[in-house]
């Protein structure tokens, strides 16, 4: 296509859409019709650098990088048949990054899995009443990764460099603004700083005074199909863009996931195993968060809301089975070993809290548990353990969405571990619903992101209507005469998190004392 000004009318129109991960990023090309056209993606594993004890820093250039490969790349393929109008954004949610004013970052992202702002969010509650206090603010927890910790974290720990803050973003947010120039969030992200009042769609001022972060470095938030801006010429022309190519909001991933894999009808319930997960449903209208016992963050567009709860890590306990126990790049081995073992992995359980546990209990410091060793188990039963561990946390995070919404029908699943034939039928037997996997179940979020560009102009029943109806690739039912074993397996999995509560405890005061906390890589 190369550097050029103007459209071709010849050209048919082609929509992008990118998903920013924590490991990888997806890009995807969709036409008129919705269609697929073209894929790109690029990985970078273990760019995670640990440097403390919860602390988790990645560097922003690398998420640009990778970003722009994959839209240069599309649009090298794409050359001469589409011509991309417009560009959406996804990506992880939480992490911050720190700009200054001309808009570059003032340090590595702070990741969305790191922790290490818990005195911070102590702080916070503390100031407001506790949890319960700080719903009325919010209609949300604190939980460890929100972006607000990390802001007074750095207004604690670097204070001048936190002086030369311009605004403060997440990744996704920071590729934007890289491609236009705008510093903007959308409502799902901003949701994401827990500084954002959910129900009435604005900062929470009160909120900002009584914690002492002012609002002037606070990124504007809009709406997730609104379009930013145009891309800027000088970066048009490196990545072969026409200078006219639009940019929407977009949406953070946990978000857009759902609605990209079809969850935003009643009884539809999308769940996410990507190197998190999360289990998720929309509502059309706003519910109180009661207890705070899950995140409700605002939706795509005005008058919808998404409530969800989940696992910190998924594919990522996923790829740790893998590279320790299998030493492959291949999952094929691991597969046609779980499918060999029968359900409930003869009285084995994992709970794979290897990153902490976010629901349904707040608790950063959580460890993998393995329970029901014994001789005739083997590493096929460990990985099975752990696959059925993944449906079990989930079906444990369902039970707190299950009273606000409407009683599940079926699940989109969607997220890289998805491929797996053996876990999808593991969520159908657990739930005992039926299972969709998308089409696009890779790459839902940079679908759903698609949809959106070129969705722009499009009422808000047009663009849902769109949503609703995803390409199924395959459903999953669910076997009846699985149903027992996995719910009593289920009752005994539920005991294992507050058997241990105080053996974590422990084990964070050990690695305080004794542990590394020096380089690591996730």
């Known amino acids: ?40 993606s690029v990985r970078y594993d273990n760019t995670i650098a640990c440097t403390g004890l919860g602390s988790y820093d990645q560097s922003a250039e690398i998420l640009l990088d990778a970003s722009f490969l994959c839209i240069r790349e599309l649009v090298k393929k ?27 970052p003032l340090r590595p992202v702070i990741s969305c899995v790191d922790f290490r702002n818990e005195k911070q969010n102590d702080a916070i509650y503390e100031k407001v009443g506790g949890k319960n206090g700080l719903l009325p603010y919010t209609n949300n927890k604190m939980v460890p990764s929100c972006t607000g910790g990390k802001i007074l974290w750095m207004m604690e720990n670097e204070p001048e460099l936190y002086k030369r803050i311009h605004t403060v973003v997440n990744p996704k947010d920071y590729v934007r603004t890289v491609l236009t120039g705008k510093p903007v969030t959308d409502e799902s992200d901003a949701s994401g700083f827990g500084l954002y009042d959910v129900k009435h769609r604005c900062w929470s001022r009160e909120l900002l005074e009584a914690i002492g972060v002012s609002e002037r470095i606070l990124p504007k938030v809009v709406c997730s199909y609104e379009t930013v801006g145009k891309v800027l010429p000088e970066v048009a022309s490196g990545l072969g863009l026409s200078y006219d190519t639009e940019v929407i909001a977009g949406a953070g991933d946990a978000i ?51 409530a969800y709860a989940g696992l910190m890590s998924v594919g990522t306990s996923i790829n740790w089975f893998r590279e320790n126990y299998y030493c492959t790049d291949s999952f094929a081995e691991m597969e046609q070993e779980a499918a060999s073992v029968p359900p409930g992995c003869e009285e084995l359980l994992f709970s794979p809290a290897l990153l902490g546990q976010r629901n349904p209990v707040d608790d950063p410091f959580a460890k993998g548990i393995a329970a029901g060793f014994s001789l005739r ?24 969405l299950q009273n606000m919404g409407h009683p599940m029908e079926r699940i989109h699943i969607s997220g890289g571990g998805a491929a797996s034939p053996t876990l999808c039928q593991i969520f159908a037997d657990v739930f005992q619903k039926p299972v969709w996997r998308i089409r696009e179940f890779s790459e839902a ?22 949503l609703r109806t995803p390409a199924v690739e395959k459903v999953f039912e669910p076997d009846p005469s699985n149903g027992n074993i996995y719910r009593d397996m289920f009752a005994v999995y539920r005991k294992l998190y507050p058997s241990a509560r105080e053996i974590f405890a422990d084990l964070k005061d050990l690695e305080e004392k004794y542990g590394n906390t020096g380089q690591e890589e996730l």
């Open 1 to 40: 296509m190369g550097e050029v000004n103007r459209k071709e009318d010849k050209m048919k129109k082609a929509f992008i859409g990118i998903d920013i991960g924590s490991t990888g990023c997806k890009a995807i090309a969709i036409d008129e019709k919705w269609q697929p056209v073209g894929r790109e």
């Open 445 to 466: 979020g940079a679908y759903g992101a698609a949809i959106l560009a070129g969705g722009r102009r499009k009422s808000r029943e047009q663009l849902l209507e769109v």
């Open 256 to 306: 857009m996931q759902t609605v990209g894999s079809g969850a935003v009808s009643p009884g539809v319930y999308s769940v996410i195993v990507g190197s998190g997960g999360n289990i998720a449903m929309s509502l059309d209208s706003f519910a109180e968060n009661k207890d705070a016992l899950l995140q409700m963050y605002a939706g795509i567009m005005d008058g919808q809301w998404v």
């Open 78 to 104: 794409l050359s001469g048949k589409y011509e991309i109008e417009a560009i959406g954004c996804t990506g992880q949610m939480h992490g911050l990054v720190a700009l200054d004013k001309n808009l570059k």
């Open 377 to 400: 188990h083997g590493r096929a039963h460990l990985y099975r353990a752990l696959l059925e561990g993944l449906a079990f946390g989930m079906k444990d995070v369902y039970s707190l």
